[in-house]
């Protein structure tokens, strides 16, 4: 469900994408061939479903759920504390390219591997790094006083 | 930006490597990495949102909507199902019907127990498809579909063994339905109930 949410940017529709998820892999186990891990399966199940909710251009131009700043706005205390910078983080997370987030967000926040990844989204790894190196730099466009450490 | 701080954001370099490689940089770069580097760090502590309370009862009830899950013969035919437990049943098996074709010659066959035709019945006037899945026919929706009748009423007769005890579903246009006309219902382990039918 966290997966899906940070997919989407938005919590809710992560939680309806995940439990599609859930439905489509029950419908799909025959398609599991058991000579891999079910997890990374079950990853590819979930990712799928969120492209495939991108390709429906179901996403209408809104801010992201899991933006604390559209929500509220973060004052200057705040935004000097690491929570708050994973707040901010998480939200301009949500406000990125799909594509780009969806690089960012299985490297940087689930951790897979390029090559775990190139197998899940069928993405070349040389591709895969040109969009998470894009990520980093508009995260960092945005974030810019969150990180800089001066 | 250069490629050696692409690999050190992308994880290819670290520990001593990584630090003298920060401390060559001009000034300026340095910033930049340090502070892609903390972008890169936060982002791997990233809490994951709390589901809603709800979220596992409405995925269940998603899962249970969709068709029980069929292999294809083929996936069947490749996957591996030979285990080390697997087999030493198997070879259990195999003597114990040994040995029971041994103890049986001579005598004869032992008589069938005999079955009955219990009708299922389920009214769905606006359905497109019924079928039923239980324990008589290995949870397999297509092998017992039901036919519609008079009135949107859909029957289907099934042979079952007296004595025994039946759990069924029936599975209208993709989704679960259970029987409301069940004398009793068992927990289905999704949250739901099936049928059950005792002979």
């Known amino acids: 469900m966290a997966l899906c949410a940070r997919l989407t940017g938005e919590r809710g529709l992560g939680e309806e994408l995940a439990q599609e998820a859930l439905a489509r892999a029950f419908a799909g186990l025959g398609a599991w061939r058991g000579d891999g891990a079910f997890r990374s399966w079950l990853t590819r199940v979930a990712v799928n479903c969120c492209r495939d909710w991108q390709k429906a251009g179901a996403r209408a131009e809104r801010p992201s759920e899991l933006d604390p700043v559209a929500a509220g706005g973060l004052d200057p205390e705040q935004e000097a504390s690491g929570r708050e910078l994973g707040a901010a983080l998480a939200a301009a997370v949500g406000r990125l390219p799909p594509v780009s987030r969806e690089a960012f967000v299985l490297f940087h926040v689930e951790g897979l591997p390029y090559e775990e990844i190139r197998a899940l989204t069928g993405v070349s790894v040389s591709a895969l790094k040109v969009r998470v190196h894009r990520a980093r730099q508009r995260l960092l466009e945005e974030l810019g006083p969150l990180v800089s450490g001066e | ?199």
């Open chain 2, 1 to 199: 930006m250069r490629d050696e701080v692409r690999r050190l954001l992308d994880g290819e370099v670290g520990g001593d490597e990584a630090r003298a490689l920060l401390e060559r940089l001009p000034p300026a770069e340095r910033r930049e990495a340090e502070a892609l580097l903390r972008i890169a760090g936060a982002a791997a502590r990233l809490e994951p949102p709390a589901p809603s309370p709800d979220f596992a009862a409405r995925a269940m009830a998603r899962v249970r909507a969709r068709p029980p899950p069929r292999r294809s013969l083929w996936t069947w035919l490749r996957s591996p199902r030979v285990t080390p437990l697997g087999a030493l049943a198997g070879a259990f098996a195999g003597v114990l019907l040994a040995l029971g074709a041994v103890a049986s010659l001579g005598r004869a066959p032992a008589p069938r127990a005999p079955a009955v035709v219990a009708q299922l019945d389920l009214h769905a006037p606006l359905a497109r498809s019924v079928a039923v899945a239980g324990d008589f026919n290995g949870w397999r929706p297509e092998a017992t579909p039901l036919l519609r009748g008079e009135g949107g009423v859909w029957t289907v007769r099934v042979p079952l063994v007296p004595g025994r005890r039946y759990q069924y579903m029936f599975l209208v246009d993709g989704a679960w339905v259970s029987d409301p006309s069940a004398a009793a219902t068992a927990e289905d382990g999704f949250g739901g109930r099936n049928a059950v039918l005792e002979l």
